[in-house]
Structure formats: C-alpha cells, structure tokens
C-alpha cells in the first residue's frame, strides 16, 4: 500500500522550509549583492561531492537533480526522499582588510517515485539564489559642507525554486525527461542613514531608514536527455528556456527629526534567466571506480540586462567527479562506504570593473549507509573554494561549504502478507 505517513511529512516540511527561506539568509556572500544574490552551490544526493557533476547519471539509487530525464530509470516500487542542510563560512579580503561570517539552513528537500515501469516523478524544493550582505559605516561627504553621513545597508532573502520533474525511458538506453519550475521568493533590503544636521547652532543626527522588500515569481521550462552508449558509458544533455520574473516592489520610508513614515508599491524591471544547456559525460572503470564530466553554459548575453555595479556575461561551468563505490551490498559496514572528489570551475556571469567574478572549488564526499540492504544513505560533502579576485575594486573571498543530504529509499507500494 502507499505509505501516506511518508507523503504527509514531505508536504509538512515543504511548508516549513518554504518559511525558513524566505525569512532567513542562506549565504553571507558580499557578492550576493548583485542580480538575484549568489547562485545556489549545492544539490541533492551524492552530487556535491562530484564537483557538481550529474547529467548522465540515473537515478536508480538516489534523487538526482541534475536531468530529469534520470528518473526515466527508476526501479519499481521504491520511494527515494532526500532533504539536506548545508552551512557555510566565508572569509572575505578587501583593501587589505579581512573579514569572515558563518551561514546555515536547509539546502533541499525532494521525493521521487515511479509512475510505471518506464517513467518517474520528482518534486523538489531547492533554493536558487541566497541574499546574505552586510556593509556598514559606508562614509559619504556632502556636497558644499565639511560633514558627511554613515550608511549601513543590509540585505537578506532570496528565491526559491519549486521542480517538477518527469523523466520517461523510451528503451533500455534512451531516456528522456521534462522539467517545470516555479521561482518565487523575496529580496529584502535595510538601508539606514545617519545624517548631521545643525539647527539653532547645534548638531545633531538625524536617522532616515529605507525598507524594500523586492517580490520575484516565474516559470521557467527545461528538458532532458540520456543515452547508455554501452554498460560503461552514458551521455546526457540538459536544455532550460529562458523566462521572465515579474518583479513588485514595497518600500517604506522614515525619518526620527520628521516623525515621517512615507509607504508604496511599485513594479520593477522583471529579471530575465537565460537559455541554459549542458552535457554530461560518464564512465564506469573497472567495477568500483565512476568519473563524471559536465559542462554547461548560460547566454547571458541574450538577456540585454545589467546590474547597477556590473554586467552580465555569458557563463560556462565545468564540473568533474569521482567515485569509489562498492558494487554489490556487503555484511561488513566499512565495505559500503562510497568515497567520492570533484573539482569545479564557473568563469562568472557577472563582469565588474571589466573584471569577471570567477569561482572554482574542489570537492571531497563520502556516503554513509544506513543499512547493508538498501540504498538509504547519509551524504556528506565539503568544498574549498574561492570566488573574485583583490583587484580593480573587487573583493576575493574563500569559503567553506558543507553539506549533509539524507537520502533514503523505501518501498512505494507493498502487498500485506498473511499466514
């Protein structure tokens, strides 16, 4: 029978986690700043490990989030869930000056089953970008005086995105899939200034506050595609369509000398996501070792959109993985263990000062299992990895990423038995 108890908890923290994100930040990035704030670097499962690599793989084992064309190889009768926490400290340089900060929250959570012997479904829910900055005493002169005022601005939230994925297997090799999302989420920003003022021959502060809150919601369609040339060697490629978030915009306003509180609503300009495409490479070696190669590229370019500090590029990925994984289940616990490193590079999509923000990282992940008779398994992962540069402006930071995902799989359907 289906177990309901299992689909009655998933929608129970989809709608805990829906509230986690949009009211904490998930990065402490500077570069968050910009567009949408920092793109998502973790995933489901074993992925994170991978250098991010996944678009060959299936998922006849775990939730993979890379191709929904994957879950067209589902075995029958099994239930996979995964929700993963991710946490993350960043150490940032600028102008010879260091600082650093610690972030954490959910990262993802999924369920995936089979609908027939040859097709699957997905639901995930996964950030796509996180808003985490704090500058403080930002020193600006007035014009025409010997004073100047202090700026501190904040800002948190992000977007999340909601995925429905459908992957159909077309024969034992050729799998294909399509995928939906729904983006939604908010961008909040705190903006207060602390201005001298001189009245009656004293000074004294006066304290303007600005609040915007920033809506964001679209749609955006994608598909997929898998090919096992042999049993050793699978190919895969991914396509995303570009889409529109329609922007809104709530902004208040307040001053301590004025007892002034000014509140609107607004549209803003909508943001434009890119045409994404990606291929996936895979090999089997030997009976335990599995290397995985991505590359994927968003035309940025094609948006014709800017941010007020920089401009958006076209963007190329690459990811690279390896794994050690036994090939059958053992009676000895140490021998279930999977090993797996990975090593990733993203060229930026951003260009400030006409310098790129580039980012690479290397990955080390081992899975845990839960059990010597199932898939259920306990993935960890941790990245080392920096992004921009201390040149022209910019500001270098290196971070530490991990993240653990528990991944189990059960049966979706059973038959009672009776004696």
Avoid: C
């Avoid at 923290?13 to 986690?20: C, G, Q, R």
């Amino acid at each position: 029978m289906i177990n309901k108890p299992i689909i009655l908890y998933f929608f129970l923290v989809l709608f805990s986690t829906k509230i986690i994100a949009q009211s904490n930040s998930l990065s402490g990035s500077p570069y968050s700043l910009y567009g949408l704030g920092q793109i998502n670097k973790t995933t489901t499962g074993k992925i994170n490990g991978l250098g991010k690599s996944g678009i060959a793989m299936t998922s006849d084992t775990f939730i993979n989030n890379s191709n929904p064309a994957s879950l067209g190889n589902m075995p029958l009768e099994h239930f996979y869930f995964d929700f993963g926490f991710k946490t993350e400290t960043n150490f940032v340089t600028k102008n010879g000056q260091k600082d650093s900060n610690i972030t954490g929250n959910f990262s993802n959570i999924a369920i995936a089953f089979p609908l027939s012997q040859k097709s699957g479904l997905g639901i995930i829910l996964i950030p796509f970008s996180s808003v985490g900055y704090t500058f403080d005493n930002i020193k600006t002169n007035i014009e025409g005086s010997i004073y100047s005022y202090y700026t501190n601005i904040e800002g948190k939230g992000g977007i999340n995105n909601l995925k429905v994925d459908y992957g159909y297997a077309l024969n034992n090799r050729l799998r294909l899939g399509l995928t939906g999302s729904v983006l939604f989420g908010q961008i909040i920003q705190t903006e207060i200034n602390s201005i001298p003022v001189i009245a009656n021959n004293t000074l004294s502060t006066s304290i303007i506050s600005l609040y915007d809150e920033n809506y964001y919601s679209g749609v955006r369609l994608g598909t997929g595609i898998q090919y096992d040339v042999s049993n050793n060697i699978s190919v895969g490629a991914i396509m995303n369509l570009p889409a529109i978030l329609n922007g809104d915009k709530d902004r208040r306003a307040n001053s301590s000398t004025e007892k002034l509180q000014v509140s609107n609503s607004s549209n803003i300009a909508d943001f434009q996501m890119p045409l994404e495409i990606g291929f996936g490479f895979q090999s089997k070696l030997k009976e335990h070792f599995i290397i995985n190669l991505d590359y994927k590229k968003n035309f940025w370019d094609s948006t014709n959109q800017s941010d007020q500090l920089g401009t958006y590029v076209n963007q190329d990925f690459f990811g690279l993985g390896f794994e050690y994984a036994p090939k059958n289940k053992n009676p000895k616990f140490f021998n279930n263990l999977e090993y797996r490193v990975g090593f990733n590079y993203d060229n930026g999509n951003l260009e400030v000062n006409k310098q790129r923000v580039k980012n690479h990282d290397i990955n080390f992940g081992m899975g845990i299992p839960l059990n010597n008779y199932s898939n259920s398994m306990i993935n960890i992962a941790y990245s080392y990895g920096n992004k921009g540069q201390v040149t022209n402006g910019l500001i270098k930071e290196n971070y530490h990423l991990f993240s653990i995902n528990l991944s189990l799989e059960a049966l979706w359907f059973q038959k009672s038995k009776f004696e």
